[in-house]
């Protein structure tokens, strides 16, 4: 066999290569321009009323149900009897803004200081009181691009029970869900 033939050979090998990729690349484009796709969003809505008032049949205990603005929507609601994290219950409700902003509300029954306290570990207290004094506003000392969830929460007590608002939402959204909780406190808690 010449010289000839095997670099022709060797070339020959470098173009099989080239155009099986560019016939891989070809068909991989023809399948993604081809197969639909579903571009809404896949997050089931929770109805939350619903889920707190099964856990207060169940527990005949004083579960808030916080009124929402129009443009919100729940995407997670849970009830946590006995949680081994030192509180007694539990009761969380996240909610998504119509900007894709998030608030979350817990409630804690029976509420150990040291949980408390991991919950606002790298956070600040303002001196800051809202709402008539019924939340205190805690803030986290570094700025987080985007911002995380626990950045900004505002906390309140009911005795040995406890309320945490916290998310990505701006303070005044923030503030206006906690106005809603705060009338919905009058009526759960005589």
């Known amino acids: 066999m010449s010289d000839a033939a095997a670099k022709r050979r060797a070339r020959q090998t470098v173009i ?3 155009l099986s990729l560019a016939a891989t ?11 639909p796709r579903d571009d809404s969003s896949q997050i089931q809505r929770i109805d939350f009323k619903q889920v707190a008032a099964e856990a207060a049949e169940a527990t005949q205990m004083p579960i808030l ?13 849970r009830w946590t009897a006995k949680p081994k994290d030192g509180t007694d219950a539990s009761w969380y409700v996240g909610f998504v803004g ?5 608030i979350g509300f ?8 040291t949980w408390l306290a991991l919950q606002l570990t790298g956070l600040e207290d303002t001196g800051k009181t809202l709402l008539n004094g019924e939340w ?6 570094e700025k987080h691009v985007p911002a995380k969830t626990k950045d900004y929460m505002l906390v309140s007590s009911l005795g040995k029970d406890t309320l945490l608002v916290y998310g990505t939402a701006d303070e005044a959204e923030m503030t206006t869900f ?4 705060s009338s919905q406190v009058r009526k759960v808690y005589p």
Not at 65 to 77: K, M
Not at 136 to 141: A, D, I, L, N, Y
């Open 16 to 18: 099989n290569l080239a």
């Open 25 to 35: 690349i070809g068909v991989m484009i023809v399948m993604v321009l081809v197969v």
């Open 65 to 77: 149900v916080p009124e929402i603005e129009q443009g919100w929507w729940s995407n997670s609601a």
């Open 136 to 141: 205190s506003v805690w803030v986290s000392p």
């Open 178 to 181: 906690a106005a809603g909780v």
């Open 106 to 113: 817990t409630q804690t029954y029976n509420t150990n200081p």
């Open 98 to 102: 119509p900007k894709n902003s998030y």
